[in-house]
């Protein structure tokens, strides 16, 4: 038999298995490879367990509500115990720049760490009044430069390099943080979209596709920010964070870093 014969039966024999098996083999549904379980989702998280949308969305927000607020000088201490270093006890990790700074260092001056609102507390006015504007689960420690140099700039790729940030960077309408805290910072803006709905006299925080949000409730760009939390998946630092919050602060979590598929399902 030729050879240009032999290849031409290979190649339709190999067809006719691979329709057979398709034919005969049942069709089994896939679990996401990003589906996450949890110690809580029994307890803390059973009405949301096998939500989607508005209704995991909704759900979400009723488990998260209720918090012990804090005020925003508390802030300072709380943010020395959720942000610590776990190389060393004496510092806390700055977002944005991963530097490990003295927790003494809090303040105003160059060369200090101060309160970094994730959610720009001038998106929706909120300030720095007892709610938004002290939630630890979007108040990180920042270095005061790279803190003032994100302003209240929108999320997007893009830009140039920040100076002392860590690798993050900047334009005139928007800030890209460095790549081990992008996941980080969509899981903070999209925990504030689920937490503040309008309610508490307080705006209803949502994430758009803008930039340039000014002081609307918003804060962009949603498509990236999602992007950021597949890239970016929960660290050890990051879900050490949640717990402490939860267990010492306000008894709340974030549940996009308990279950990061959970933005997809709601957005």
């Known amino acids: 038999m030729p050879v240009a014969q032999i290849r031409r039966w290979k190649v339709s024999a190999a067809t006719v298995v691979a329709v057979l098996l398709s034919l005969t083999l049942p069709t089994v549904a896939a679990t996401p490879a990003s589906a996450t379980t949890t110690a809580y989702d029994s307890t803390y998280y059973k009405n ?96 005061v430069q790279v803190n003032s140099t994100r302003g209240n700039l929108d999320f997007d790729n893009g830009g140039s390099t920040v100076s002392n940030g860590g690798g993050s960077l900047v334009d005139s309408d928007s ?34 596709e803008k930039v340039n949000n000014g002081s609307n409730p918003y804060i962009g760009k949603l498509a990236v920010l999602k992007q950021w939390n597949d890239e970016d998946p929960p660290s050890a630092f990051e879900e050490r964070r949640n717990q402490v919050i939860y267990d010492t602060y306000q008894h709340n979590r974030n549940p996009f870093i308990d279950h990061p598929e959970w933005v997809e399902a709601i957005w």
Not at 77 to 86: E, H, M
Not at 179 to 201: H, P, S
């Open 48 to 143: 949301a367990i096998g939500k989607s949308g508005t209704s995991l969305k909704s759900a979400l927000h009723t488990i998260i509500s209720p918090q012990t607020k804090i005020s925003y000088d508390a802030v300072w201490n709380a943010l020395k115990a959720t942000d610590q270093d776990p190389n060393n006890t004496a510092n806390v990790i700055l977002l944005y720049s991963g530097v490990s700074r003295s927790k003494t260092l809090n303040g105003g001056a160059v060369g200090n760490w101060n309160r970094e609102h994730v959610w720009a507390k001038s998106h929706g006015n909120f300030g720095e009044a007892t709610g938004p504007g002290t939630d630890l689960h979007h108040l990180r420690p920042a270095d």
């Open 175 to 208: 800030f890209e943080p460095r790549d081990a805290d992008k996941g980080d910072v969509a899981r903070m803006i999209l925990y504030m979209a689920v937490r503040y709905d309008g309610g508490d006299g307080f705006a209803d925080l949502e994430p758009n």
